[in-house]
């Protein structure tokens, strides 16, 4: 494996690392003045932001090469110090259109979508002028098993008529999300538990969705992306809005499911990173005890432990996202599994001390090291809690290796 970038990625970098340091950082403070006025719109000078990458032909820099006019070109190895730089900040991702969920919802399209559906709705989210969510969670059903999914998806002559109840959706909360992925059987008695389930396209205003309710995440809406719980009863959508096909459903959730948790895992290496330096900038300012923090043995030996762990999982991380170029998602599934069961849990260690460094400014909301821990705990339920991912890779590797 050579982990060292070409000329482009390189330069790429730059530009990224340029246009955080003068346009996204400037604009925070702005952002969160006008967020506090309108939760659910999107701040007017992330808009601004989103135009200003655009033009600089920072842009979809996440999808991968194979889509061809729909991406940058760029590889997942490629992708993933870009990632890294827009984990270090919470509105960096979405400047570049490069934020969950949209980006898993345009991979869908892009790989599974028609033509139609891919002119209708990944036109619009490629361009960043909608948002959108994937309705898969429920309350009702271990939804770590997808097979679970109780929500119906009946065909009605020209129509597929959907009913269920769906929660923690992200992004569904924003008044600019306009199109919902809805995860449903339309096979419940299909001996194969993984046929069951389709997946639909679902405009977010038609007769019968109701978002009832933001959930909190750690006591936090988490606007303006918020998650939702969606109600939909007897809601009609034309069968053309059917992807790729009725039985496919958890194949089109594991497509999903890969790179998107890969993708989690770059950002979150960029928010530990943060973490660290503003943890050595902490240290090295404060005096304690007659002495700066930094001569403390146990501070050094914080400090140490988590450039070692970060350095560990970016590795982990760059040879997962190698494998998914080489071999493809599904035969990288197991580095792809070991990373997401890492990752969260290093970052948690590591935004932990830096907050405990900190001391009380550590929990408020003059660092963004919260916010960071709010995101890491997430991601330890997020596209799969950390025991499924054991789970299936201890069976998996006690197949290849007993």
Not at 217 to 224: M, T
Not at 254 to 271: D, F, S, T, W
Not at 338 to 351: D, G, S
Request: with cysteine; hydrophobic share 40%; net charge neutral.
């Amino acid at each position: 494996m050579n982990f060292e970038y070409s000329d482009k990625v390189k330069e790429l970098i730059a530009q990224v690392r340029d246009f955080i340091d003068n346009e996204v950082v400037p604009a925070e403070p702005t952002y969160e003045e006008q967020l506090a006025k309108n939760p659910w719109e999107t701040p007017p000078v992330l808009d601004q932001l989103k135009e200003k990458a655009k033009a600089k032909g920072l842009w979809n820099l996440f999808l991968p090469r194979e889509h061809g006019d729909f991406t940058a070109g760029l590889t997942n190895l490629e992708y993933a110090p870009l990632a890294e730089l827009m984990g270090r900040h919470h509105i960096a991702s979405e400047a570049f259109n490069c934020a969950a969920p949209d980006t898993g919802n345009m991979e869908v399209l892009a790989k599974y979508g028609n033509a139609q559906q891919q002119e209708q709705w990944l036109k619009p989210l490629l361009e960043g002028k909608i948002r959108s969510a994937f309705a898969m969670t429920e309350p009702e059903v271990a939804s770590s098993d997808a097979t679970n999914i109780e929500t119906s998806i009946t065909r009605d002559g020209d129509d597929y008529v959907i009913n269920g109840r769906k929660f923690y959706i992200s992004g569904a909360m924003r008044k600019s999300c306009e199109i919902m992925i809805v995860m449903g059987k339309t096979d419940p008695d299909n001996p194969n538990r993984h046929q069951q389930q389709s997946q639909i396209l679902v405009p977010t205003k038609t007769p019968g969705v109701t978002v009832k309710r933001a959930m909190q995440v750690l006591g936090s809406v988490d606007a303006p992306e918020g998650h939702a719980e969606v109600i939909f009863e007897n809601v009609r959508v034309p069968k053309e809005n059917i992807i790729l096909g009725e039985g496919r459903g958890f194949e089109i959730a594991q497509g999903r499911l890969g790179p998107g948790r890969i993708h989690h895992c770059m950002r979150l290496i960029g928010a530990s990173q943060r973490a660290l330096e503003l943890m050595c900038k902490r240290a090295n300012e404060r005096v304690v005890f007659g002495q700066p923090m930094i001569k403390h043995g146990s501070v050094r030996e914080d400090i140490a432990k988590s450039a070692c762990e970060i350095e560990q999982a970016r590795l982990l991380t760059l040879k997962a996202a190698d494998a998914m170029d080489r071999y493809g998602n599904k035969e990288a599934k197991e580095l792809i599994a070991m990373i997401k069961i890492i990752a969260p849990n290093m970052a948690l260690r590591v935004i932990d001390r830096a907050m405990q460094i900190h001391g009380a400014v550590g929990l408020s909301q003059d660092t963004p090291l919260a916010g960071f821990f709010a995101y890491a705990r997430t991601l330890r339920l997020a596209d799969g809690p950390d025991q499924v991912h054991m789970m299936q890779l201890g069976r998996n590797l006690a197949k290849q290796l007993g």
